[in-house]
Structures are given as structure tokens and as C-alpha cells.
């Protein structure tokens, strides 16, 4: 996800983030840097050599910093990104389980109903428009329960 533009807010200490999507907020207080008594940000800008997908700011010091989008979308909460987490986090498993399996990649391949073609793109951790479906109907040909689990937020 690309960074359109940048802000920040000294006096409600943080920056104002703005994607093709929507508009997110990120504190000061999450940063890298540490902003010391009394300073602020001085400058902040969009990072060309982040790919666009983060900014770069300075403080009232001199010191710079760099937030990645990432970052900003997991502070926020965004579902899409929590989604894509899960996704890869599930594709890792399966990648361990389908390589300590004893079932053959042909025989996954039978059982899932699908193409080898297909096959290899559950197991892409990069691929991240794969249905989380596929990945639970694979894991249950590997003989795994997946159970989830719901907790509360730590304080």
C-alpha cells in the first residue's frame, strides 16, 4: 500500500497518513525516535526509497526516523492487513506441514481436488489473494486441527 501524503500535528503529537484507501492516524508515541522534552517534528515527507510505502520524518533535533505503512496499518487495526497476516502466518504453517507430510505432492494435489499449478500457490507466502478456505481445506488433508482461538487485548 502506497503512502499518498503526510502530516503531522504537534500540538495532538502525531502524524496524519493519507493511502488510496483511507486516512490513518499514527502517534508520536509509537515512533522509533523518541521525540525529547518539549521538541517536535520539523519536517516529515514521503519516503521514495520506502517504494513509497512509508515516510520519513525529522525532528526539531535533527534526528530522523522512518515509518513503514505496515506500521501504521497494525496500530490501526485494519482488517485487510490483519487478514493478510493471518493468511501468511497460516501459509507458513502449511509450507512446514505439506514438507513433514508423507503424503505426496501429487496426492495433495488429488485430495484438494485441484491443480499442481494451484497447489503451489497456497504454498507462496507472497501470494496473498489465496481464499483462507483453501488453506483450512489443505491443513485438514494434512491431518491438522485448526481451532480459533479469541482473546482480549492485553492492557
Known amino acids: ?4 501524503s503526510v502530516s503531522f500535528n504537534n500540538r495532538k503529537k502525531g502524524f496524519q497518513i493519507r ?33 513509497g510505502e512509508g515516510f520519513t520524518y525529522t525532528l526539531d ?14 496500530y490501526n487495526q485494519d482488517p485487510s492487513y490483519l487478514r493478510d497476516i493471518l493468511v501468511y502466518k497460516l501459509t507458513l ?4 506441514r505439506v514438507s513433514a507430510s508423507p503424503l505426496s505432492k ?5 485430495r484438494l481436488g485441484t491443480s499442481a499449478a494451484q497447489l503451489y500457490r497456497l504454498l507462496d ?20 486441527n485448526v481451532d480459533l482461538v479469541v482473546r482480549a487485548k492485553r492492557a
Open 1 to 4: 500500500m502506497k503512502v499518498r
Open 19 to 51: 493511502t488510496s484507501s483511507s486516512a490513518l492516524w499514527f502517534p508520536y508515541a509509537k515512533l522509533d525516535v523518541r521525540l525529547g522534552e518539549g521538541e517536535g517534528v520539523a519536517q516529515v515527507r514521503v519516503d521514495k526509497e520506502l517504494g
Open 61 to 74: 533535533s535533527g534526528r530522523e526516523g522512518a515509518v513503514h505503512v505496515d506500521q501504521v496499518l497494525e
Open 93 to 96: 504453517e502449511v509450507q512446514a
Open 106 to 110: 501429487r496426492e495433495i494435489v488429488r
Open 125 to 144: 507466502q507472497t501470494n496473498y489473494r489465496k481464499s483462507i478456505d483453501q488453506l483450512l481445506k489443505l491443513l485438514n488433508i494434512l491431518e491438522c
